[in-house]
């Protein structure tokens, strides 16, 4: 499998179209709890196609995105072209370019079990004004949320053998813990439906993913078939999500 920086470059189509969005109860308590409003700063660190960086554009404020995926990164300012306030830089989060004391939230989402915990909260202390705020933040389901997703999860198990090594469950309370010093952490329910090829999609838009060519591809997908029509009511099957919110200062 290709490094953390390249491994999505691939599946830039599948993630835009896929991947599911953040509910826009994460910007209302974000608003409420932490003092968010339309002047700050975000940067958004490992922005990928967008999908966090628009729900703070929406918003009004000025969004920093940081993304080292070169295709990724072109498919985000491709989708938020028309957001004066998005500025798209290449970067990392250990190494975002920016300048100190820029930025009054940084974020990520879906991203932060890439990252090197100890170079990048360094990075994330210098780029923050005094008071600022971390955010992280994951669409997480659970084998356990379905009889659907229990299958799904055993599928992964049988034919993506990388998804072990980059699972974001990897991120530990004790890894938190080291970064943050104190967090809190809030939930929201999310949810997709998906028909056949949205179901293929989202799975294919995964890193772990066996791609064509790779000899788990083709047995992946009839078993995800499979799991389609046992599952499927009226066409469609749902992914359940928690959207998991981590936060606090550095």
Do not use: C
């Not at 989060?93 to 879906?110: K, N, P």
């Not at 890439?114 to 210098?126: D, G, I, L, M």
């Not at 992280?136 to 993506?160: H, I, R, T």
């Not at 943050?180 to 890193?207: H, I, K, P």
């Amino acid at each position: 499998m290709s490094d953390s920086t390249t491994r999505f470059t691939n599946r830039v189509a599948d993630y835009i179209k896929y991947r599911p969005h953040y509910p826009p109860q994460v910007l209302e308590f974000l608003q409420m709890e932490l003092g968010l409003s339309p002047t700050s700063i975000v940067v958004d660190v490992g922005s990928g196609t967008g999908i966090l960086a628009e729900l703070f554009l929406r918003n009004g404020n000025l969004v920093y995105g940081i993304e080292p995926n070169q295709a990724m990164r072109q498919a985000a300012e491709l989708q938020l072209s028309h957001y004066a306030t998005f500025r798209s830089l290449n970067g990392t989060a250990e190494a975002t370019t920016l300048e100190a004391g820029r930025a009054d939230f940084v974020t990520a989402g879906q991203a932060f079990h890439w990252f090197e915990p100890t170079p990048t909260r360094q990075e994330f202390s210098r780029i923050l004004k005094p008071q600022g705020w971390v955010v992280l933040v994951w669409n997480s389901w659970k084998p356990e949320m379905s009889p659907f997703l229990g299958e799904y999860e055993q599928l992964l198990q049988d034919y993506a053998p990388d998804r072990q090594q980059v699972d974001r469950r990897n991120v530990t309370h004790q890894i938190f813990q080291e970064f943050f010093g104190d967090y809190q952490m809030t939930t929201f329910a999310n949810e997709q439906w998906f028909d056949y090829e949205g179901l293929r999609g989202r799975l294919l838009s995964s890193s772990y993913a066996p791609l064509p060519g790779h000899p788990n591809h083709a047995p992946m997908l009839a078993e995800l078939r499979r799991l389609f029509e046992k599952y499927q009511t009226a066409g469609q099957v749902q992914f359940e999500y928690e959207t998991k919110v981590y936060y606090g200062r550095l």
